[in-house]
């Protein structure tokens, strides 16, 4: 009997060194395939200072219509790799897979794994970072296990900058999360693999029937007691929606 052709489960863009070299940041990005990750994706090809860095990208259900995404990537800076990783399954309990995380299964922690990176860095498709967005954490990092920056909160709808975020991505016992411990948003963190190795598995298993026990805030309370460092200022632009709560601090109609 005749075996079916093999399940490609990705594609590979090299940079200008060998694959085996680490790279000194790995960039993951699990991805819902909106038409903004081309956007986030040349944010990250615009870093300075910040030495190679490989993409790793992922979804979490059957990628589709992934020619802009490849086009993009075609033209990567030399010192810029990517792996794209497309699994012929979903890992969530959300489409029917084991893991509870339903914001993408064990997608996060899988690629954290993949990434031939100590260090990495997390960018959502809908968001971008200032050009020395990793070049800062990277030197705010050193000799550390974790780093983070501040957020610039941005209309999604306009683009404009509304406030930097003084409620939630705060840092430690700070803002709405200071009595659960505080709270970095995901975007915002660079991260020590072998330092924090304890943590990455958090990402695929969120807690129970709380909603203080998503998985980025577990991962962030995993985190928190590890040597870090802070670059004071945003770097990165985060996109919130008009149903976003954030708004109502904003504009006053909510005060901590």
């Known amino acids: 009997m005749a075996l079916p052709p ?3 489960l990705g594609c590979y863009f090299p940079d200008d060194q060998p694959p085996q070299t680490p790279a000194d940041i790995g960039v993951i990005m699990p991805t819902l395939l909106r038409p903004s990750i081309v956007r986030a994706v040349r944010c ?3 870093q300075l200072g910040a030495g190679r860095i490989q993409l790793v990208i992922g979804a979490d259900v059957n990628f589709q219509n992934t020619g802009e995404l490849y086009a993009a990537l075609a033209e990567r800076p030399a010192h810029i790799s990517a ?3 497309t699994l012929p399954y979903s890992t969530s309990i959300r489409h029917g897979g084991v893991h509870r995380a339903v914001d993408g299964g064990a997608l996060r922690s899988i690629l954290s794994y993949v990434a031939n990176s100590r260090a990495v860095a997390y960018l959502d498709d809908d968001n971008l970072w200032e050009r020395d967005h990793l070049a800062s954490l990277a030197q705010a990092m050193n000799g550390k296990a974790w780093a983070y920056s501040q957020r610039m909160l941005v209309d999604e709808e306009t683009g404009r900058d509304v406030s930097v975020d003084r409620w939630d991505s705060v840092g430690l016992d700070k803002g709405r999360f200071a009595a659960e411990g505080g709270f970095v948003d995901t975007n915002c963190l660079l991260v020590d693999k072998l330092a924090a190795a304890d943590a990455f598995g ?4 969120p807690g129970l029937n709380r909603a203080s026990q998503r998985a ?3 991962f962030f309370r995993a985190l928190r007691d590890l040597p870090h460092g802070v670059v004071d200022r945003p770097t990165v632009r985060y996109g919130i929606r008009p149903t976003n709560i ?4 904003v504009r006053g109609e909510a005060s901590l």
């Open 246 to 249: 954030l708004w109502k601090y």
């Open 6 to 8: 093999p399940l490609s």
């Open 83 to 85: 792996v794209v990783l």
């Open 216 to 218: 980025d805030r577990r």
């Open 202 to 205: 958090l990402w695929s298993e």
């Open 44 to 46: 990250v090809f615009g």
